[in-house]
Each structure stands twice: as structure tokens, then as C-alpha cells.
């Protein structure tokens, strides 16, 4: 007879059918006690079930709130093979404003959740949660957890910063780049970092340019801007309001006066793709205003068009082709990927309230269901 506290009903039948008659109650099997070591690992293997058949894996994709649907949607159109399973921590939204601790925690346990759940890989759609929670679950908490897998398979937990960011030196002219997101993703300077490690930029003419790499040795001027309350507008639908404009002027002009020779524009959250059309709005009218007071030539030689003549980087499309790429070169997680193309929305947050938000943010309906991750 085994005794374990269990707290979700899919996972009961699991166990029950794995161990037959033989009466279960759950126990947290991430937490390490000497004397349910032997059957922490075979409730693993039965709660893992995917990777012990090597078929059933899901694609994991997990946000603080909404923002992470613009990931899950381009990674679909993507990769429309695969099955996902979606987590959005609605109910403690925004990470942005809380300490690398909280952030940490909340993170790792909605990977646990997604590894749970039968998820070989899992993206974190946040970049709040890249830049804080990543690296540390990378190198602190997969080991733990591969050693409990069977078969020598293998979990990984994969951002979207890095992905992002290797986009920009094809991308930028004048090496000038601007980051608007959070602010617990501007103190944690992750893009900083990641963009000093991209290589040297050139003039359009293939000369090193005289604008580039002030401030970082490493060939980008990089100027980051906090945006406290583009967040909380979004996932309370007030982003295309007329109340919003205040917002997006505040910090796109805040960000433009740092640095004037900016021309691309990262949105470093996955939320703020959803203010694109007002963003996109104030960027036509700073261009034609900075073409008033620059003369041509200056900006020709700078690197700037004279209208239109800022990029803004959207996340999406650069992290799902990284994933397909991520896939190509690691068979041995694409071949454990089970492909009939299915997706399932889980939500902290009241499930219905999640579903109608959810479904016009995707332009598609959606039906989610609700979990607690404490």
C-alpha cells in the first residue's frame, strides 16, 4: 500500500491505473524523501507516460497572462503538427513588477505543471520570465529533473530573448537599438547582455560605422525604457482605447529622447505586440517629425530612411522559427513530439473570463480550464 496526497483527479486515474488496486493517495514527487524514492519514480514514469512510450510528448508554452497567445499563435502557424499545451498564470499577472524570488518561483512551478502534464519541451512566452527565471531553472533545476526521467529522455526549458536578439544585427543600420519592456526585464539587463554578444556591426558601405557600439564595446548603442502600465492595459482590454495613447506616447518618447539614432525597436514582451497598431500609429508620426528636423543626408548617413525608418521587432515569428530550428537540430525531441495538432488553454484565473479574452486575442474561440499552481 502506497499513501501520497493527491490534489489532481487526471493524475489519481493515472496512478491508480499504472498501480492497479492497490490504493494511492499523491505525494509531490519533485520534493526529495528518502522513503518514497523508489515510488516517486515510478509515479514518475506513470505521470510521464509520454516519455516512457516515446509518443505522447506536448510543446508547453507558459506566460504570466495573455501575452504568451502571441507566441502560441505564431508557433502554430509555424509548427501546426504538434500538440501544445498552454499555461497563463493570469491570476498573479503582472511578473513584471515583482522580485527575482517570486518571479523564480512562479515560473518553476508552471514548468513542473507543464512536465507533469506529459511536456517534452517548454517555451517560456515571457520575458520577464526568460530574464529572471531561465537561466537559473536551466542550470539549478532540469539536472534534478532529468535524473528522474526514464529511458534517458530528456526536458528542456527554452525563452525567447536569445532568439530575439539574434535577429538585430541583420535587422539594424546604425546599431542603435531600443528595448521597451518591463521593468523587472530592464533591471535584469537580459538583452543588454545577449545583444553584447552578437557580432560587430558595419556601415551600409562595409565600414565600421563611427555611430556604433557607444556605451557596450560589443558594435550597439542600446537604450532600454521600462513600461509599468502596458501590462495591466492589456490584459484588462484597455489597449486600443483612447486611453492608451497617453501610454504609448509617455514611453515610446521617453525611449526616443535617450537616443534620437534609435532604428530598431524591440518590444520586449510578448504582451505588447497586442499595442501594434497604436505603436506602429506614433512611430509614422515621430518619423515624419524627425524628418522636419533632420536634414536627409544626415540621416542617410546615420543609416535612418527618411520616413519610416524605425523597425520594430515583434517576437513571434522569430521564436517559432527558432523553435523549428531548435527542433531540426535535436531529433531526439522532435521524434518524442506526439502530431495531431491539438492545443489546450490552462488559466490561474477564472477559466471563462480567460476563454472570451483568450479567443480575441487569437481571433479564433477558445475553451480553457482553470488550475491552481501553488
Given at each position: 500500500?502506497y499513501?501520497f496526497?493527491v490534489?489532481?483527479?487526471?493524475?489519481?486515474?493515472?496512478?491508480?491505473?499504472?498501480?492497479?488496486?492497490?490504493?494511492?493517495?499523491?505525494?509531490?514527487?519533485?520534493?526529495?524523501?528518502?522513503?518514497?524514492?523508489?515510488?516517486?519514480?515510478?509515479?514518475?514514469?506513470?505521470?510521464?507516460?509520454?516519455f516512457?512510450?516515446?509518443?505522447?510528448?506536448?510543446?508547453?508554452?507558459?506566460?504570466?497572462?495573455?501575452?504568451g497567445?502571441?507566441?502560441l499563435?505564431?508557433?502554430?502557424?509555424?509548427?501546426?503538427?504538434?500538440?501544445?499545451?498552454?499555461?497563463?498564470?493570469?491570476?498573479?499577472?503582472p511578473?513584471?513588477?515583482?522580485?527575482f524570488?517570486v518571479?523564480?518561483r512562479?515560473?518553476?512551478?508552471?514548468?513542473?505543471?507543464?512536465?507533469?502534464?506529459?511536456?517534452?519541451?517548454?517555451?517560456?512566452?515571457?520575458?520577464?520570465?526568460?530574464a529572471?527565471?531561465?537561466?537559473?531553472?536551466?542550470?539549478?533545476?532540469l539536472?534534478?529533473?532529468?535524473?528522474?526521467?526514464?529511458?534517458?529522455?530528456?526536458v528542456n526549458?527554452?525563452?525567447?530573448?536569445?532568439?530575439?536578439?539574434e535577429?538585430?544585427?541583420?535587422?539594424?543600420?546604425?546599431?542603435?537599438?531600443?528595448?521597451?519592456?518591463?521593468p523587472?526585464?530592464?533591471?535584469?539587463e537580459?538583452?543588454?547582455?545577449?545583444?553584447?554578444?552578437q557580432?560587430?556591426?558595419?556601415s551600409?558601405?562595409?565600414?565600421?560605422?563611427p555611430?556604433?557600439?557607444?556605451g557596450?564595446?560589443?558594435?550597439?548603442?542600446?537604450?532600454?525604457?521600462?513600461?509599468?502600465?502596458?501590462?495591466?492595459?492589456?490584459?484588462?482590454?484597455?489597449?486600443l482605447?483612447?486611453?492608451?495613447?497617453?501610454?504609448?506616447?509617455?514611453?515610446?518618447?521617453e525611449?526616443?529622447?535617450?537616443?534620437?539614432?534609435?532604428?530598431?525597436?524591440?518590444?520586449g514582451?510578448?504582451?505588447?505586440?497586442?499595442?501594434?497598431?497604436?505603436?506602429?500609429k506614433?512611430?509614422?508620426?515621430?518619423?515624419?517629425?524627425?524628418?522636419?528636423?533632420?536634414?536627409?543626408?544626415?540621416?542617410?548617413?546615420?543609416?535612418?530612411?527618411?520616413?519610416?525608418?524605425?523597425?520594430?521587432?515583434?517576437q513571434?515569428?522569430?521564436?517559432?522559427?527558432?523553435?523549428?530550428?531548435?527542433l531540426?537540430?535535436?531529433?531526439?525531441?522532435?521524434?518524442?513530439?506526439?502530431?495531431?495538432?491539438?492545443?489546450?488553454?490552462?488559466?490561474?484565473?477564472?477559466?471563462?473570463?480567460?476563454?472570451?479574452?483568450?479567443?480575441?486575442?487569437?481571433?479564433?474561440?477558445?475553451?480553457?480550464?482553470?488550475?491552481?499552481?501553488?
Amino acid at each position: 500500500m502506497y499513501v501520497f496526497l493527491v490534489s489532481d483527479d487526471i493524475l489519481r486515474y493515472k496512478i491508480t491505473t499504472f498501480l492497479g488496486n492497490t490504493q494511492v493517495l499523491w505525494h509531490f514527487f519533485y520534493k526529495k524523501r528518502e522513503k518514497f524514492a523508489y515510488i516517486e519514480k515510478k509515479l514518475y514514469l506513470c505521470t510521464r507516460k509520454g516519455f516512457e512510450t516515446g509518443t505522447m510528448a506536448k510543446i508547453g508554452v507558459f506566460d504570466s497572462g495573455y501575452g504568451g497567445l502571441t507566441i502560441l499563435d505564431a508557433i502554430r502557424r509555424e509548427l501546426p503538427q504538434y500538440d501544445y499545451l498552454y499555461i497563463g498564470d493570469n491570476a498573479r499577472a503582472p511578473y513584471g513588477t515583482h522580485s527575482f524570488d517570486v518571479i523564480y518561483r512562479y515560473t518553476l512551478q508552471a514548468v513542473k505543471y507543464l512536465f507533469d502534464h506529459d511536456c517534452a519541451l517548454v517555451i517560456l512566452a515571457c520575458n520577464t520570465a526568460s530574464a529572471k527565471a531561465l537561466r537559473t531553472i536551466q542550470q539549478k533545476d532540469l539536472p534534478l529533473i532529468n535524473d528522474q526521467m526514464a529511458n534517458d529522455k530528456k526536458v528542456n526549458v527554452l525563452g525567447v530573448i536569445r532568439p530575439t536578439v539574434e535577429a538585430v544585427p541583420s535587422i539594424s543600420r546604425t546599431g542603435h537599438v531600443g528595448i521597451l519592456a518591463t521593468p523587472a526585464t530592464v533591471s535584469s539587463e537580459s538583452y543588454v547582455l545577449e545583444l553584447e554578444k552578437q557580432p560587430h556591426l558595419t556601415s551600409p558601405q562595409g565600414e565600421e560605422s563611427p555611430l556604433l557600439g557607444r556605451g557596450t564595446g560589443r558594435g550597439f548603442s542600446i537604450s532600454q525604457q521600462p513600461c509599468p502600465l502596458w501590462v495591466p492595459l492589456i490584459e484588462n482590454g484597455e489597449h486600443l482605447k483612447p486611453g492608451a495613447d497617453y501610454f504609448v506616447d509617455k514611453y515610446l518618447r521617453e525611449l526616443l529622447s535617450k537616443d534620437p539614432l534609435i532604428d530598431t525597436l524591440i518590444l520586449g514582451c510578448t504582451h505588447y505586440p497586442l499595442l501594434l497598431p497604436k505603436i506602429n500609429k506614433w512611430l509614422q508620426s515621430y518619423s515624419e517629425e524627425r524628418e522636419r528636423s533632420y536634414s536627409k543626408a544626415v540621416l542617410q548617413q546615420s543609416g535612418l530612411t527618411a520616413v519610416g525608418g524605425l523597425t520594430v521587432i515583434s517576437q513571434g515569428a522569430l521564436v517559432a522559427r527558432s523553435l523549428a530550428d531548435y527542433l531540426r537540430r535535436h531529433p531526439e525531441y522532435e521524434s518524442q513530439l506526439s502530431q495531431s495538432g491539438s492545443c489546450h488553454y490552462l488559466t490561474t484565473e477564472n477559466a471563462d473570463r480567460f476563454s472570451q479574452s483568450a479567443s480575441l486575442f487569437l481571433s479564433a474561440p477558445v475553451s480553457a480550464e482553470h488550475i491552481d499552481l501553488e
